[in-house]
């Protein structure tokens, strides 16, 4: 009799240990769910963001925005101290700039590429009065923007406009020649 108690409880204790097992495999396996979607989640937040945490703010505006066989234009009413990006399609390959006003009050257009930094793909973000490098960082005041890059380093990618009436035109022809950056 003493035996077959003693097989009893053998075998209820493999049976509780292979159920302690399962219990602990259930565990693991949702503790791992978690933690790869944390990363997930974690590596999202990263490629959206600049090293200061802004989040990429750099989508197409809701502004108008019209063209016709040699420019794009926009709306001067449109454009703010708030920078509105905008995107011009060349063959499936999105052309996009930014327009703010400075503190004077003037128009400001630059690509939301930069001469050093557009092989990252990020573009700009408005950080107060300045615009801001979601790759590198670097900060440049709106009221300089709008002008060619002399220094040769990271830099708003300089877009020629005309002011005519009350639209800012660009040439289709300048988009273009920039479409290597996008």
Known sequence: M???????????????????????SRT??????????????GVYFVISTGENGNIQVNKPS???MNQD?????????GITD?????????DGVG???FAVKGSDREVRIALDACDVCFNAKKG??????????????NRYSIDGLGTENIGGGCWPSYLPIEVNGDYVYIKIS????KRDMF
């Open 2 to 24: 003493k035996k077959q108690k003693n097989i009893i409880n053998k075998a209820e204790r493999r049976k509780m240990l292979l159920e302690q097992r399962k219990k602990k």
């Open 28 to 41: 693991m396996i949702v503790v791992a769910v978690l933690a790869i979607t944390i990363m997930c989640l």
């Open 62 to 64: 809701q502004s108008t």
């Open 69 to 77: 066989e040699t420019n794009v234009w926009v709306p001067l009413s």
């Open 82 to 90: 708030e920078a509105d990006f905008f995107e011009y399609d060349s």
């Open 95 to 97: 052309i996009r700039f």
């Open 124 to 137: 700009y973000t408005q950080a107060g009065d300045d615009m801001q490098c979601i790759n590198c960082g």
């Open 174 to 177: 300048d988009l273009e020649n």
